[in-house]
Every structure is written in C-alpha cells, then in structure tokens.
C-alpha cells in the first residue's frame, strides 16, 4: 500500500514538474480551440466530459446513500421485494438516452470534420522518415527547408529545424495527406487536425486558422527511431501576407507572379 501511494506520488510529482517546464503543455483540457473544426472537436469532448462527471457523481451518491440507508445495524432483517419496475425502466431509459445524445453530437461533429469544403487553398503534406513536404499544388511550389529551429520548439528543449507550412487567415485549408515510406499522422492539435500519413492513399482533413499566430504540429504514429522530431508549424499569416509570400516563393521558381483577383472561386476564395 505504501509503495502504491509513494508511486503515486511520484508520478504526481514528476508530471507537474513536466507541466512547469514545458509551457506548450496544457494539464487541463484541450488547447484553445483556433478555428471551426478544433471548436466543434471540443465542445464534443467537454459535453461527453460533463456528462461523464454527472453520471459519477449521481452512481457516488447513490452508493453512499444505499451504504447508509441500509446499513446493518439499522435494517437487522434484510428486505423481501427483488424487483422495481420503475428504477429498472429508469437504469435502462437513461443510459439509452446519454448513449443516443452522444452519438448524435459525435456524428454532427463528424460531418463538419469528414465533409471538405469546397472553397479554400490546397496544400498536399507528404510524410517521410523523418521530415515533412508540403506542396502548393495550385502555385507550383513547395514549403523552403527551415533554417532555423523553432522558437516555441527551442524553449521546451527542443533544437530542431522545422519547416513552416504558411496559409491565409479565415481560409478553409484543404490538406491532402500521404506518406512515401511507412506510415506517419499529420497531427495539428491547436487547429483539430489529426490523420494517419499512409504510402499509396491519400487521406483529406481541412481546417480554417481564425487566429493569425504560428501552431506547433508534429507527426502522431510511431514511424522509427527520429519520429519524435518530425516537428512542423502551422504559419498563419495575413491574407495579404500570404499572397506576396506565394509570389515570392513563384520568383524564386523563376514563375510569373499569380493575379489573385482572378482566381476561380474553386481555387481561392479569399478575395471574397
Ligand atoms: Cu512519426
């Protein structure tokens, strides 16, 4: 027992240690939501979450309350009945009910996730041992190699180059995802993007960054030895910010620049 409650202590201990060092970390809940899809993934998790807790508190009290109801001393002869239908209708029409209330939400927020919009940039992400491609498929060109380790990464102890992936703000990102050895994830949390990186399919997740700012992402399946450095960020930049860099990445490529004010609507809304 002891050894138990020393372990557990422990392990309180050293975790809270973790939370102070690294301040990417949240020990509560999820990371502030940035956009549409990590809102509704969420608010999915806080209804389930709160639901979980009342569940435990009513079957707590419950128990408390039968242990002292019907504790020995005060009840010498045990009780005859063996059925109730009216709890057992309860016990069965409940659970039935938080189990239905879940699905239903969980599947909403399923469509909103699984169902790509339309408008909105596409960026292909191109997972390998052990690094990231990211390709603009639209512009020709392709995400520069970092040049410098990440400031966010740095501070937590962690001095590796990352490359940006840089897209509009308040633009729907369609990601086409896919891996070229073994299989990785791409997995942005801030933004509620998580989807295995598998050779030979493609797998597809959007997101919309209503928050300019730089988000941490990294690769989430285990994929070999460096994976715990497959490290990107998420670049969210201004509109207009965002077409000079497309156009300066085309420079670079010896491409002409590209007349946003005539994209088709398909290709990029953000002139809208
Ligand atoms: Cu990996």
Known sequence: ????????????????????????????????????????????????????????????????????????????VPATFSHNNLVEVAWTAVPV?????????????????RTMPEDGETIEAIAYQFGWEFDYPDYNISSPEAEKAHVQLSSAGVDRYVKDIVVPVDTNIVMHITGRDVIHAFYAPDLGVKIDAIPGRINYAWFKATKEGDYIGQCAELCGAAHGEMFFNVKVVSKPAYKAWVNAQRAENGDTPVDFSNMPSATMAMSK
């Open 97 to 113: 009910l938080i189990c239905a209330v879940i699905a239903w939400v969980s599947f909403d927020a399923m469509k909103l996730i």
């Open 1 to 76: 027992m002891h050894r138990i409650l020393l372990t557990a202590l422990c392990s309180l201990v050293l975790t809270s240690t973790a939370f102070a060092e690294v301040n990417t970390a949240h020990p509560l809940g999820f990371p502030t939501a940035i956009g549409p899809v990590a809102e509704e993934i969420t608010l999915t998790y806080n209804l389930i979450f709160w639901i979980c807790l009342a569940v435990f508190a009513v079957v707590q009290i419950l128990i408390l309350y039968a242990i002292f109801k019907f504790r020995r001393s005060k009840n010498p």
